[in-house]
């Protein structure tokens, strides 16, 4: 997986990686090369003819499918048979993310072209759409894997559900951005459809699987919405302060695209009223240059705002660390948890 410098994976991740790869090449295989290849290229498995890619490539992270299956192995010895929920999970997840690319017109993702700007978004949206449906087909290969009939279908609800929570928090996030009147806890409402719905339903849906204690389940279920918070807001200070040769994206358009992450609400809430003023004048504008770019990244220091970010993020992390203590599960497990989430604080990409 091609990677920027300094890029540590904890093990929870490293584990997986190979195999979820693996089962995602498989899952395209039954389908047309007009939608095979679009799907191989946004995974990043195949090149803009789509050709595969063999050996280093443009894959992401795989948190959400790698914390799917780290739930069930944590309760359970043979995570493979939790594969086609993770899967369903990773497709979920890539769906959102070609219409999100399209929705915010971004150009680059994992260091390359996004699938839009190469196919058009008439192809692209439909390639999303078709992914949605295969998610759903890939997990009633549970079936095959010995999980009971009960587990699957209430699995799929879960996964319905969280469908429905994802596109309401982007509806939120878009809304967001032609409104200057939003606090922190609207914010934070926001990101918990948008980002924590499907993180936290990772974890409930490989505990769901694993096991039949409710306590344990809902842990599990708390530990991924914190540790949804802390990838989002981490991902609010990149989208400002990160280094795009790093996160393979652009690091500007989140204010030109007057996006209301975490920090610039911070600093609404807490600026001077004459800052405020400047900002609230900028955020009206039908469309932002270099110098208003110039004058919110001066406010921005001013104010803080990435500190006080930060603050919040531990906030949450120790919320998610919570989480994990009440589990009872095995030390290993509980170690890569807590490592994930320290991970997660500090990430650069």
Known sequence: VVKGPNSYQPALLNRYNQRIQQE?????????????????????????????????????KALRSALCLYAFHALNNCWEKALPAAIAIELLHNFSLIHDDIQDHDTERRHRKTLWTITGQPKALLTGSAMH??????????????????KVLMTSQLLFKTSLDMIKGQVLDL????????????YLEMIDFKTGSLISCSLTVGALLGTDQKSTIKAFSQYGLHLG?????????????????????????????????????????????KDRKVLLRIYNKEALGKQDLDIVMEILERNRSKNKTEEFIKLEALSAIEQLNLMRIDHWALKEGKDLVEFLVSREY
């Not at 095979?36 to 789509?50: C, E, I, M, V």
């Not at 809304?175 to 609207?186: A, G, H, K, M």
């Not at 393979?248 to 600026?271: H, M, Q, V, W």
């Open 24 to 60: 995602l090449f498989l899952s395209t295989q039954k389908h047309s090369r007009e939608l095979r290849g679009p799907f191989l290229y946004h995974l990043g498995s195949a090149d803009q003819n789509w050709n595969p890619l063999y050996g280093p490539n443009h894959s992401g």
């Open 133 to 150: 449906a295969v998610a759903y087909l890939n997990l009633l290969d549970l079936n095959n894997r010995g999980i009971n009939a009960e």
């Open 175 to 186: 809304q967001f951005e032609q409104s200057v009147q939003i606090d922190r806890y609207r």
């Open 229 to 273: 918070r802390v990838f989002q807001l981490r991902d609010d200070i990149l989208g400002i302060w990160g280094q795009s040769n790093v996160t393979g994206k652009s690091t500007s358009n989140d204010i030109l695209r007057k996006k209301k992450s975490f920090p610039i609400i911070y600093a609404i809430e807490e600026c001077t009223p």
